[in-house]
Structures are given as C-alpha cells and as structure tokens.
C-alpha cells in the first residue's frame, strides 16, 4: 500500500501564488505517475496535472502556463507550484499516484487541501 499525504493548502489572493507538496510513504517503489487532481462541491474531480516517471507532463487547459508540476524521484514526492492563481481555483486539490502496470487513471488518494483564492 502507498500512502499519499499533501500539504501546502490555504488562502491566497487572486493573482498570488502557491505551492503545494505531496509526499509518498509505504510500497514507494510501485508508484509510477503521479498527478495533482481537485474538486469542488457538487462536481467530480478533475485532473490539473499529472507527470509520469519518465518526467513527461500533462496539464489541465484551464492551468497550463500557471500551473507547473514537478517531481522529486529520490523522496517520491510531487510539487505543484501554483501562479497567477483565480478564484475559480478554489479547490478542495487531492494528490494522485498510479501503480507501475495498472489501467487506472489513478489507485492511490491522499485526503486533500483545501486551496481558497479571493477575489
């Protein structure tokens, strides 16, 4: 089993920044991908970004040029560094990560932080 835990969630203005960290624990060496997904009441979650083992990325349209993920392979950890960021932004923001072989989008959640941004 892997165990996902984030960290870096809060207020922010709209047009400020912030950065959000994500550190795996436990069966580390199975993780392949990992990915930042968020959601808000009353709709399904959404990928904003995700980076697969071989540092290949894939972003949201709507965070593209803002938004950037990165990864640290030695720690298994994955950053989201979060810029220019809207209130459409306000986000309950879940860290993802995807088994080596597997056919899910994702098979391990972290519990989530809750990303606010203020007009």
Not at 42 to 57: L, P, W
Not at 58 to 81: E, M
Request: hydrophobic fraction near 35%.
């Amino acid at each position: 089993q892997v165990q996902l835990l984030e960290s870096g969630g809060g207020l922010v203005q709209a047009g400020g920044s912030l950065s959000l960290s994500c550190a795996a624990s436990g069966n580390i060496f199975s993780i392949d991908a990992m990915g930042w997904y968020r959601q808000t009441p009353g709709k399904q979650r959404e990928m904003v970004a995700t980076i697969n083992s071989d540092g290949s990325t894939v972003y949201a349209a709507s965070v593209k040029g803002r938004f950037t993920i990165s990864r640290d392979h030695a720690n298994i950890k994955v950053y989201l560094r979060m810029n220019s960021l809207k209130p459409g932004d306000t986000a309950v923001y879940y860290c993802g990560g995807k088994r080596r072989n597997s056919y899910n989008e994702m098979d391990y959640w972290g519990k989530g932080t809750l990303v606010t941004v203020s007009p």
